[in-house]
């Protein structure tokens, strides 16, 4: 059975940073591609950035140049490094783990529970 597990949100302020991160157990597999994405009060959940065993990555128009996507493919964790936060950016940020790129851009795989990232003064 797959598990993902997200951790590191919390309460920033605007311009401040947060290092999320994922971890997981199962099968190489079922951790190809691992990708953040994000719900926020309210709205639709949205992918954030997604990156493959191979570090191809693909990343959202508004996080581009904030956040940087990266994994450690020994141990199946993936991490959302995220500078410059904005209020905006307040929303619950789910990991999604999946055998393929494409399923994982595409919401497909396996989700953990999410991690609540407030950015407030």
């Known amino acids: ?3 993902v597990r997200e951790s590191g949100g919390g309460l920033v ?5 947060l ?5 997981g157990s199962g099968t190489f597999h079922d951790f190809y591609a691992m990708g953040w994405y994000r719900q926020a009060p309210g709205k ?3 992918m954030v950035a997604v990156i493959t065993v191979t570090g191809f990555t693909n990343y959202a128009d508004f996080v ?5 996507i990266s994994r450690d493919n020994a141990d199946y964790t993936a991490h959302l ?3 410059s936060l904005e209020p905006e950016d307040t929303a ?11 399923e994982v851009l595409n919401g497909v795989g396996h989700w953990g529970q999410g991690t609540q990232v407030t950015v407030s003064s």
């Open 92 to 102: 619950v940020y789910y990991c999604l783990t999946g055998s393929t790129r494409t």
């Open 64 to 68: 581009k140049g904030r956040f940087t």
């Open 1 to 3: 059975q797959v598990q």
């Open 13 to 17: 302020q605007p311009g401040g940073s």
């Open 81 to 83: 490094q995220m500078v």
């Open 44 to 46: 639709q959940r949205e």
């Open 19 to 23: 290092r999320l991160s994922c971890t």
